[in-house]
């Protein structure tokens, strides 16, 4: 599988799409930020990627259930900033 980047704190590319993690957030406040970003890009660099998608947003993009080693992404990252 193709390395996933993160584009802010709840978006990443992958093999040419664009993915948001579903119940992550772009517009909170905070999960623009560089820490945000660097998060999910921790996230994502600790294991083997799966990508459930969900549905597509009005913007086009895949919304998508992403699991690491099995571990919700969201959940991860939320876990992280507290």
């Not at 193709?2 to 119940?23: E, H, L, N, P």
């Not at 990627?49 to 998508?64: F, L, N, Q, W, Y």
């Amino acid at each position: 599988m193709a390395r996933a980047y993160a584009m802010d704190g709840a978006t990443f590319y992958q093999s040419g799409r664009k993915i948001r993690v579903q119940g992550l957030d772009a517009r909170d406040p905070g999960m623009s930020s560089e820490h945000a970003t660097q998060r999910l890009q921790r996230a994502l660099d600790a294991g083997s990627v799966t990508v459930e998608p969900v549905e597509v947003d009005g913007s086009g993009h895949t919304v998508a259930v992403v699991r690491v080693n099995g571990r919700n992404v969201a959940d991860a990252v939320r876990a992280s900033t507290n």
